[in-house]
């Protein structure tokens, strides 16, 4: 038994777990909740809200949690349309998706 699991120990043990259709909805679902996040941060009370929860975070020992929130929040607050972002996202995880599908050696390599 060993520490690492290899790319090609990866790929064929998710092969073997035949959830294509499954993983191409979650890829789906990544991409809707992108789009409406895309939509809320226009909304300048979830920053308020965001900062005014920090210290009740931080008091509770979330501070990761509370800094990925925020950080999240800023960034896609920054980026203003998603479309790109998200496009990426999708085009970048349904080639890995097929990759692994179709046997290739290295599915996780893309162009």
Same mark, same amino acid.
Not at 79 to 105: C, V
């Given at each position: ?10 790929? &064929?043990?998710? @092969? $073997?777990? /035949? *959830?294509?259709? /499954? ?13 409406? $996040? ?11 809200? +965001?900062?005014?929860?920090?210290? %009740? ?7 990761? $949690?509370?800094?990925?929130? &925020? ?6 607050? @920054? ?5 790109k972002f +998200? ?9 890995? $998706? *097929? *990759?692994?599908?179709?046997?290739? %050696?290295? %599915?996780?390599?893309?162009?």
């Amino acid at each position: 038994m060993t520490d690492s699991i290899s790319e090609e120990q990866y790929a &064929e043990a998710y @092969r $073997l777990c /035949d *959830n294509y259709d /499954d993983r191409v909805q979650q890829i789906d679902m990544i991409v809707e909740i992108g789009r409406d $996040l895309e939509k809320l941060v226009k909304h300048r009370v979830i920053g308020w809200t +965001l900062r005014l929860a920090r210290g %009740p975070a931080y008091r509770a020992g979330w501070h990761e $949690l509370q800094d990925f929130l &925020e950080g999240g929040y800023r960034a896609f607050r @920054r980026m203003g349309k998603a479309d790109k972002f +998200l496009n990426a996202i999708r085009q970048r995880e349904m080639t890995i $998706l *097929n *990759n692994i599908y179709q046997g290739k %050696p290295h %599915p996780f390599e893309w162009e």
